[in-house]
């Protein structure tokens, strides 16, 4: 059950992420031909909506990198340990790494409040309030991750970096190039 709930967000996430992206492109490539073909008519907020689309996606791609055992992580200092020691290093990584998201989500609802109660706003016509267009993001990212993890433990997952080769499953290296005649 947690697996199919832990697929069915990630395909969300994905699509979200994807729209979120061609949001940008649309807003941005609008404004700047806009910009080009009828300078009276330009908006200043193409850009700033842009950003924050792009914020926003890059944020919420980190749960699906998780899910996917495509974030950034150790592997290649782990694989020169036994597997055993592999399995506890991923377990301890899994666990720094649902410690961290949990810090760093807190100070990003922090840093919400303190623009909250500074009010700021962006500079454009649009005077968006900053807290909720793109402080918000990391303490929704990083929610969204800490969530995530804690699915994947009650699933049973006990490390979050890709599949590491080992020993015989280590691809065969060559040394010397292959000769093929060409007659």
């Known amino acids: 059950m947690i697996d199919k709930i832990l697929k069915v967000w990630s395909q969300v996430e994905t699509v979200l992420i994807g729209l979120l992206l061609l949001a940008a492109l649309a ?3 609008g404004g700047a031909v806009l910009r080009a073909v009828a300078p009276a008519h330009a908006v ?5 909506i842009s950003v924050y689309c792009i914020i926003w996606a890059t944020v919420l791609s980190g749960s699906v990198l998780i899910y996917e055992k495509r974030h950034i992580s150790t592997e290649i200092v782990a694989s ?3 597997p055993r020691t592999q ?3 991923g377990f301890a990584m899994l666990l720094l790494t649902l410690g961290f998201c949990a810090v760093i989500g807190w100070y990003g609802y922090e840093a919400v409040q303190f623009a909250l109660m500074l009010d700021e706003r962006s500079a454009s016509s ?3 309030p900053q807290a909720w267009a793109m402080f918000l993001a990391l303490p929704v990212g990083m929610a969204l991750i800490v969530l995530r993890l804690v699915l994947m433990l009650l699933n049973g997952t ?3 970096a890709g599949d590491m080769l080992t020993g015989d499953q280590a691809p065969e290296v060559i040394t010397e190039p292959r000769r093929t005649d060409h007659a």
């Open 44 to 48: 200043d907020w193409a850009e700033e």
């Open 27 to 29: 807003v941005f490539l």
């Open 126 to 128: 649009l005077r968006t």
């Open 87 to 89: 399995a506890v290093l």
């Open 158 to 160: 006990r490390s979050i």
């Open 80 to 82: 020169i340990f036994p």
